[in-house]
């Protein structure tokens, strides 16, 4: 085969990549078929990234030339970064947050299920879990009269970890609000000993179906909050300088304004890449199992290490329980 064609079609996947880009930033967020054109456009890139590295390897076995393939291979294999493969590694602390979805219950064993993800901490977000077998409950706004009942958080930690948790009240625009967990909790040191981390547990208000404008002014004050990937004030239990471990439903995908917000405060994605493995939503709970949207993340300050990120399909929800395990530098 000669170069020409071989070329044109390892290249294609990266050039709509790139046009998806350009067409999703200017993309008006007040309104809310701008944020969904624009999520859409930004996590279209991943599954082009895929195809681009199955093309390339089909144009390797029709014995296309080296110089055509092997770059945009390599190229395409660095932005996806690596496979959540492998055993998951031993010791580190373990976070999970699990949007459960408020709406539709599904088939039971959403507690059973996270109890077998053996966290130490457990943010559920919507749906209102009373318990957790092996966690007992720290935080929660479950008393608190709710506008929709997809508003509930709530904080489970293992029976003798020292855990300070509470979830805010709401805040956001004037017409939606969300609201926020917050503990306070030692996390083991690579070297010994042990720090205290604020881990955030964000719920941001999704701009679709309803309304466009909570999302901005919420992770807005949540970044407002952290300078340099640490507390700059204190809220709720959470101290200024506790490094921050911000995780949970985002309700927005890597590159849009509301991301670059969270990454102007220092906090860093917690795995490298951008890949459909990554993918979130929508996975069930009354939805296709067609995960398209990054939308449950962490976001990690500088002196944290995060050192596996895995996604888990619980019964009923329509997200995946995001399980990290990390440990302080």
């Not at 092996?134 to 029976?159: E, W, Y």
């Not at 993340?297 to 290490?305: F, T």
Request: proline letters at 12%; aromatic letters at 6%; glycine letters at 10%.
């Amino acid at each position: 085969m000669s170069g020409a064609r071989p070329f044109t079609l390892c290249a294609a996947p990266a050039l709509l990549a790139g046009l998806c880009w350009a067409l999703a930033w200017p993309m008006p967020q007040d309104r809310i078929a701008g944020q969904i054109l624009q999520s859409g456009l930004l996590s279209s890139i991943a599954p082009l990234m895929a195809v681009g590295a199955l093309l390339s390897l089909a144009c390797a076995l029709t014995r296309a030339p080296v110089w055509v393939w092997a770059p945009a291979l390599l190229s395409y294999l660095l932005v996806l970064g690596p496979p959540p493969l492998g055993e998951v590694p031993q010791g580190g602390f373990v976070v999970v947050s699990s949007n459960l979805d408020a709406f539709s219950e599904g088939p039971p064993g959403a507690a059973e299920a996270l109890a077998a993800l053996h966290a130490d901490v457990v943010i559920t977000i919507e749906r209102r879990v009373e318990e957790i077998p092996g966690l007992q409950r720290v935080a929660d706004n479950h008393g608190v009269p709710m506008k929709r009942p997809s508003h509930g958080t709530a904080i489970f930690c293992r029976p003798g970890l020292p855990c300070e948790g509470a979830v805010s009240p709401e805040f956001g625009s004037e017409t939606f609000t969300m609201p926020l967990g917050l503990l306070r909790v030692p996390v083991p040191r690579a070297g010994g000993g042990s720090q205290p981390v604020c881990i955030l547990g964000l719920h941001a208000p999704p701009p679709a179906p309803l309304d466009p404008s909570g999302l901005l002014p919420y992770v807005q004050r949540v970044a407002e909050a952290i300078v340099g990937g640490r507390m700059a004030r204190q809220w709720g239990p959470c101290l200024p300088g506790d490094p921050v471990l911000a995780m949970g439903d985002f309700n927005h995908v890597p590159g849009t304004p509301a991301s670059r917000l969270l990454r102007s405060s220092g906090l860093r994605r917690s795995e490298w890449g951008r890949a459909p493995w990554q993918a979130s939503w929508p996975a069930g709970g009354g939805w296709p199992n067609l995960p398209f949207f990054e939308l449950d993340q962490a976001l990690a300050g500088p002196e944290l290490r995060v050192r596996s990120v895995r996604r888990h399909r619980i019964p009923g929800a329509d997200h995946k329980a995001l399980r990290i395990v990390m440990e302080v530098r």
